[in-house]
């Protein structure tokens, strides 16, 4: 299931994720790290959305490079830092509360 938030500067919906069993998945690009908190943010309502329905877990795949961070519910809930840069309100987690994981990349023939 996709899940969308409401960015009030670009006055339309977004995609925040998708949500797989227990499990938000969040694509990120390297306009989206907040050197701020140093880390990745997710829209607030999303978020709380996300919660709602069970999610454990949210994982973060950089497109840029390929990594993926996760990092279970209670760290965005401990270690959050929630502001409004422009986007509407948004939850931050830095990296260091997250695990990491590089991806392989694949081989084309």
């Known amino acids: 299931m996709k899940l969308l938030a409401w960015d009030p500067t670009k006055k339309k919906k977004v995609l925040c994720g998708e949500l797989i069993g227990n499990t938000l998945f969040r694509w990120v690009e390297p306009r989206h790290f907040m050197e701020v908190v140093g880390g990745y943010g997710i829209q607030e309502s999303a ?37 409004d840069y422009g986007h509407g309100k948004q939850r931050f987690l830095g990296l260091k509360y997250m695990h990491t994981h590089k991806l392989k990349e694949r081989k084309v023939k």
Do not use: D
């Open 47 to 83: 978020f709380h959305e996300a919660v709602k329905r069970g999610v454990k877990t949210i994982v973060l795949k950089e497109t840029h490079t390929n990594q993926r961070w996760e990092a279970p519910i209670k760290n965005w809930l401990e270690h959050c830092h929630i502001a």
